[in-house]
Nanobody, 126 residues
């Protein structure tokens, strides 16, 4: 497992942007698939995006396609989520997750990840 710490959350107006960061405490990120998840009050946690370890293949939830961009910098052990055109329904606690894998793929299933950050709050409101 790897320790993950998210940052970058905050209050933003509808239509605005935020960039979340996730810093990993590990010797190398080269063997980890990573994902972003979110949980709104009263709702279950859902997958937002994921990124494979080698080709950086990406998947996005339909609700964020075209607005969110996930990226990673393995050398700096950082994972990012660029969030644009934010909507009130994007309000949630956002979590970074990682799992050691040998394949070059990723999923947005929570059960596939074994390392989680503590989350960062994103509030979209005028």
């Amino acid at each position: 497992q790897v320790q993950l710490v998210e940052s970058g959350g905050g209050l933003v107006q509808p239509g605005g942007s935020l960039r979340l960061s996730c810093e990993a405490t590990t010797l190398t990120m080269d063997y980890y698939a990573v994902g972003w998840f979110r949980q709104a009050p009263g709702k279950e946690r859902e997958g937002v995006a994921c990124l494979s370890r080698v080709s950086h293949a990406k998947s996005y939830a339909d609700s964020v396609k075209g607005r969110f961009i996930m990226s990673r910098d393995n050398a700096k052990k950082l994972v990012f989520l660029e969030m644009n055109k934010l909507k009130p329904e994007d309000t949630a606690t956002y979590y970074c997750a990682a799992v050691w894998v040998y394949h070059d793929d990723c999923t947005m299933r929570q059960a596939d990840y074994d390392s989680w950050g503590q989350g960062t709050q994103v509030t979209v409101s005028s």
